[in-house]
């Protein structure tokens, strides 16, 4: 899940880079074809209007995207420590209550080790 959150958080750095590529392309060649003034047909102001619009949405997607990341982060940790700690409550109460306890499974064990693990 994070690394389609990096991908995510790349292509939007590349779309950025690439509107500032374009703006300054069409700056150009505003600025080389129409020196005085621009025709009736094409106006380039609302043209780099749209484009700076454009460039402000995809900053705070961007920023969207920051956020929910920590976010994600923060709530995979909580998860993972609330689990753990569940965990470790039911086998102290198994001990307390006198319950035979069964073996934890293969894939049990390697749950626990990976949560101890990270927490």
Do not use: C
């Not at 621009?38 to 900053?59: G, M, N």
């Amino acid at each position: 899940m994070e690394s389609a959150v990096n991908k995510l958080e790349a292509m939007f750095q590349k779309a950025e880079s690439d509107l500032n590529y374009i703006e300054q392309k069409l700056e150009f060649e505003i600025r080389k074809r129409h020196p005085d003034s621009p025709p009736s047909q094409e106006d380039p102001v609302k043209l780099l209007e749209q484009l700076s619009a454009a460039k402000l949405r995809y900053k705070s997607l961007s920023a969207q995207l920051e956020k929910i990341t920590v976010e994600q982060k923060e709530s995979i940790a909580s998860i993972q420590s609330t689990l753990a700690n569940t965990m470790k409550m039911v086998q102290q109460l198994q001990q307390h209550t006198d319950l035979k306890l069964l073996p934890l499974s293969e894939e049990e064990q390697t749950s626990l080790q990976q949560l101890e693990y990270k927490v």
